[in-house]
């Protein structure tokens, strides 16, 4: 299988049919404690989970989302 192949299953398996039941930015607090300097918009799944975008996936700091032609931004600091 090849290797885009192999992650698309893998995010259907995560994401697929699941409902966004939430949605909201991470607190100053929640980024800190992750030790980063800005908070990403976040949104909740049916089966609790938490899908949040990061910068890198070794998880150094927030990233933005694109939502169709449009940006949710990450936040800094204390905003």
């Known amino acids: 299988m090849k290797i885009r ?6 995010a ?3 994401l ?7 949605v909201e930015y991470m607190s100053p607090e929640e ?21 949040y975008p990061m910068r890198d996936d070794e998880g150094n700091d927030a990233g933005a989302l ?8 990450v936040l800094r600091g204390d905003k």
């Open 12 to 14: 259907e398996k995560f």
């Open 5 to 10: 192949e192999s992650w698309n299953k893998t």
């Open 31 to 51: 980024s800190s404690e992750a030790g980063w300097t800005y908070q990403a918009v976040c949104f909740k799944l049916d089966n609790d989970s938490w899908v």
């Open 16 to 22: 697929l049919g699941r409902k966004i039941v939430a």
């Open 66 to 73: 694109c939502v169709g032609a449009d940006t949710l931004p």
